[in-house]
């Protein structure tokens, strides 16, 4: 599986913006770039994803470089409730691969009020 | 709003003992994953089913781990016998099939277990 470098931690203030870089060199062409959140106590859930082109949704944007070796997500206005681990995912686009999510270390993101 | 859920929330049992896990994926959705996360491995997959037939399970131990789809409702985990080092969170999620299968999974709020 592709590997994906993340910051082990990072804090934010309140009601600002959050950009939570990841590395993915060994990205392949078709490998989607899957962004996951675990708030503390729970599951994993959704944020967002994307293949090449920039994304948006109601909880988040994804920028993706042109070359695809890195990808950002971007809070808009953090929130205390988006304090959490936020993992970078790689997820292969074909073949039997396709329904794993390998997850790493991720990043613990701080929000101070 | 439709969810997965997981029984029990905590359990905590002797070595030895039987524990059993249960998931109700979101109707629907016919892809079920059981995921365990511990403070030294992180979140890693045991085990995959699609339609009720396992797919993956090559991240389970195959000596005391049974996973089951008995129907579309209902996915269960099984270690037996149970040992320390089966301590964890355990999660089940669920995911409908789709063409391109890269689709967003639904997690579970976790069974801690705990194995004296």
């Known amino acids: 599986d592709a590997k994906t470098t993340q910051p082990n931690s990072m804090e934010s203030n309140e009601e600002e913006p959050v950009h939570l870089p990841c590395n993915h060199s060994?990205?392949?062409?078709?490998?989607?770039i899957h962004w996951y959140r675990q708030l503390p106590s729970q599951g994993p859930e959704y944020v967002i994803h994307?293949?090449?082109s920039n994304v948006n949704n109601r909880m988040a944007s994804l920028a993706i470089a042109e070359d695809r070796k890195s990808s950002t997500l971007i809070l808009h206005r953090a929130t205390l409730r988006d304090a959490a681990v936020y993992y970078c995912?790689?997820?292969?686009?074909?073949?039997?691969?396709?329904?794993?999510?390998?997850f790493g270390k991720g990043t613990l993101l701080t929000v101070n009020p | 709003d439709a969810r997965v859920t997981q029984t029990p929330r905590d359990k905590v049992t002797e070595m030895g003992q039987e524990v059993t896990m249960r998931c109700q994926p979101i109707?629907?959705?016919?892809?079920v994953f059981w995921y365990r996360q511990t403070m030294m491995q992180g979140l890693e997959l045991l085990a995959y089913?699609?339609?009720?037939?396992?797919?993956?399970d090559s991240g389970m131990p195959k000596d005391r781990f049974s996973a089951e789809m008995p129907d579309a409702t209902l996915a269960t985990l099984k270690i037996q016998p149970s040992e320390p080092r089966d301590s964890a969170v355990y999660f089940c999620a669920s995911a409908p099939l789709s063409a391109g299968a890269n689709n967003e999974q639904f997690f579970g709020p976790g069974t801690r277990l705990t194995v004296l």
């Open positions: 109707l629907g959705h016919n892809t």
């Open positions: 060994t990205i392949s062409g078709t490998d989607y």
């Open positions: 994307g293949l090449t």
């Open positions: 995912i790689l997820r292969g686009g074909r073949g039997g691969s396709n329904y794993k999510l390998t």
């Open positions: 089913f699609r339609n009720r037939a396992p797919l993956d």
